[in-house]
């Protein structure tokens, strides 16, 4: 086997190959020639009588031969080399023996440079042509000193015959040489071709989207970059739209993947169609997409454009067979009003999107400065807020719950508030949201536990009867933190009883039906820990959850308990609820009991506990331990009469 050439090297392994059979064939066909034209002569000349002529001949037939069967054997190059050496050998014998540099086989000497510098190495080449000039030296030095005498001038026939029989083996050689340079040139100029094309296809797949064959971000960005300079050269105005579609992840979580890259598909062919071929569409990712309107007029011109967008992604998508609807939420900012580049105008649209979503998504939004200022507004608080933690202005304030029926206290709702220096103490409803957002939150319910389990363990201490703890979490407690491993601790370094603790979730907490949520509650209920579902009869109609996540108590929401004596229609929600509940062995609680009518009402109801302002606010921890202690002392003077 033949290895490849350092030459060759570069090149695929197939036209490697390819090459070198092009030369095997080449070298067979040349040697081939060759050897018929040394055989014939031969011939012709052993007829003359001219055996020395006629033996060297015979014997550069010979070397043909084996230079035969070398290309079909041991390798292309090895043959190539003995044809060019012994042709070189034979020609500058026969010159020898016959006229010296006169003799017509000087002809051969052009053709065999020819030849070898097509087939041989450099090295080889140079070598043949040293040996050729050396040749050449001899016979003319050896003319010149007598070395050598002209033996036989031959006739004029037959120099003819010699010189038509070089001319035609040389012609036929180069021919074919020219032949596979022309050929090889071709080659080159589609490869050239093709390189080219396969250069545009990645440039083309560099700056483009595969799936929706869109221009991608990187494109996207700099076609906005023209489009702004363009309108800041002319003095117009281009909208920047941020379109994100509201249920992409429903759609591939129902449907799967493949259905999700087919809906794209369809909406990026949707977007352009909504769009003119001026205006720019890019992909930012996902299911983000980028609109450049370049060149408009007023905010009218893009607010009908956007409802056009809305209204085409309104309409109805086949996907595998079924019928999906969808919508999208688009931000929009103008340049120059809302930014002098891509980047800002992109944080602008951007935040404007989040407006459209929170306004009830399949909308659009301009995008305003008030927004800019409310996220500034809200950095600014979880920034005081990161303080607050530091500095301990947090504080737990706890109101009681008192049981319906006897009038006991039986636990109390841990609630947090936050000690301001400037502004005093800030209800919770203003920052959890923030904090939510923020993920700060993580960290402040971690310390509302550790608190809470904290301070009832010192009331136990304090020889308080085991009541109930309730601490409120928040969802993005169990989407981002270790819950359980929180209690845990908790629990453990305060020594609180598992059973006096009671965590409070929303029903948008118990949807979020994680692996990961459902494996957490079942390690907390597996401590003995109470759940209950804060402000229920608010949230979904689906109530399967509850018997999956073992829930213990529903604390009825305020709205329903405000209006419990005003409309029929609570009423009739409440006491099914305490209804239901009752059949489920759940304990109910109702929030925000305010005055002695609804207590009492709740208390025909059958509801089993309360909370609200005609029992406690919410209390400070010292305000609530002389509570606890006045109302434990009287609920024992009012046994030991009741005994008596
Ligand atoms: P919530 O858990 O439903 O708490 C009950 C809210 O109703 C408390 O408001 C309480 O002060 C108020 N309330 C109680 N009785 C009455 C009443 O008779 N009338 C009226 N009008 N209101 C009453 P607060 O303390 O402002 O808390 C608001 C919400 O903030 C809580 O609602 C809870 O969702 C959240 N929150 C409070 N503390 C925490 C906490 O530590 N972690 C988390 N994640 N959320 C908390
Ligand atoms: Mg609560
Ligand atoms: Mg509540």
Redesign the pocket.
């Known amino acids: 086997m033949n290895s490849p050439k350092p030459w060759a090297q570069a090149l695929p392994e197939n036209s490697y190959h390819r090459e070198q059979a092009l030369l095997s064939r080449r070298l067979f066909q040349l040697a081939s020639v060759v050897f018929a034209a040394f055989a014939i002569t031969a011939v012709r000349y052993g007829v003359q009588g001219r055996w020395d002529i006629a033996s060297l001949l015979a014997l550069g037939a010979t070397s043909m031969l084996v230079c035969l069967w070398l290309n079909q054997r041991a390798g292309t190059y090895a043959a190539s080399a003995l044809l060019w050496t012994s042709a070189t050998c034979l020609v500058s014998a026969i010159m020898w023996r016959s006229d010296g540099l006169k003799d017509s086989a000087l002809l051969a000497y052009p053709a065999i440079l020819v030849g070898a510098a097509q087939l041989l190495k450099p090295q080889y080449f140079f070598g043949l042509l040293a040996a050729i000039l050396l040749c050449v030296l001899g016979l003319g030095l050896g003319s010149v000193y007598g070395w050598r005498h002209d033996l036989a001038t031959g006739t004029d026939l037959e120099r003819l015959a010699d010189t038509l029989t070089i001319l035609v083996i040389s012609g036929l050689m180069i021919w074919f040489l020219a032949m596979d340079m022309r050929n090889a040139l071709r080659g080159l100029k589609s490869q050239i071709a093709q390189f080219h094309e396969s250069e545009k296809n990645l440039t083309y797949l560099a700056q483009h989207d595969a799936l929706t064959r869109l221009p991608n971000r990187a494109l996207g960005s700099e076609l906005m970059d023209q489009a702004i300079a363009y309108c800041s050269r002319h003095k117009t105005r281009m909208a920047l739209l941020f379109v994100d579609l509201d249920n992409f992840k429903d759609i591939n979580d129902s449907l799967g993947h493949s259905a999700g890259d087919d809906f794209l598909k369809q909406v990026a062919s949707r977007l352009r169609a909504a769009i003119r071929k001026s205006d720019i569409l890019c992909r930012q990712g996902g299911d983000e997409f980028l609109i450049g309107l370049t060149d408009v007029p007023d905010n009218q011109a893009i607010s009908w454009t956007s409802n056009n967008i809305l209204a085409q992604i309104k309409e109805s998508f086949t996907l595998r067979e079924t019928e999906i609807l969808a919508s999208c939420s688009i931000g929009i900012a103008v340049f120059p009003k809302d930014g002098a580049d891509f980047e800002e105008l992109l944080r602008h649209a951007d935040l404007a999107m989040y407006q459209a979503k929170e306004a009830g998504r399949n909308t659009f939004r301009f995008f305003d400065e008030d927004i800019n200022a409310s996220i500034r507004e809200n950095l600014h608080l979880v920034t005081s807020m990161r303080a607050a933690m530091a500095q301990h202005e947090f504080v ?2 706890y ?1 009681p719950v008192i049981n319906l029926a006897t009038g006991a206290l039986v636990g109390a ?5 936050w000690q301001n220096p400037k502004l005093g103490l800030v ?3 203003l920052f ?1 949201p923030v ?2 957002k923020s993920g700060l ?1 993580v960290d ?2 971690q310390w ?1 536990i550790e608190e ?1 389990c904290r301070q009832m363990r010192l009331w136990r201490d304090a020889g308080a009867p085991p009541l109930t703890i309730a ?4 969802p ?2 169990f989407r981002r933190g270790n819950v359980e491993g929180i209690i845990e601790h908790a629990l453990r370094t305060s020594g609180l009883e598992p059973q006096c603790l009671e965590l ?1 979730v ?1 029903e948008s907490t118990l949807v979020q039906d994680t692996e990961k949520f459902i494996l957490a509650l079942q390690r907390i209920k597996a401590l003995g820990i109470r759940i209950s579902i ?2 229920f009869g608010t949230g979904y109609s689906n109530l399967s959850y509850l018997q999956r996540f073992a829930v213990d108590t529903l ?1 009825i ?2 709205s329903f ?2 209006r419990l004596l005003n409309g029929e229609q609570d009423l009739a929600i409440v006491t099914a609820i305490v209804q239901m509940a009752k059949s489920m062995r759940l304990t109910t609680n109702a ?4 005055d002695d009518a609804t207590r009492q009402q709740l208390v025909a109801l059958g509801c089993d506990q309360a ?4 029992f406690a ?2 209390l400070s921890a010292e305000k609530f331990g002389e509570y606890m202690r006045e109302k434990l002392a009287a609920e024992k003077h009012a046994a030991t009469t009741a005994s008596r």
Request: glycine content about 6%; aromatic content about 4%; charged content about 25%.
């Open positions: 737990l304030h109101q709702e841990a609630l947090i508030r209800s919770p409803a959890i904090a939510e939150i402040i319910g509302v809470a601490v409120n979490l928040s993005v407690q409070e929303t804060d402000d604390k929401d305020q308990v405000k929030e925000g009991v305010e909370q609200g302002y005609f606010k919410p």
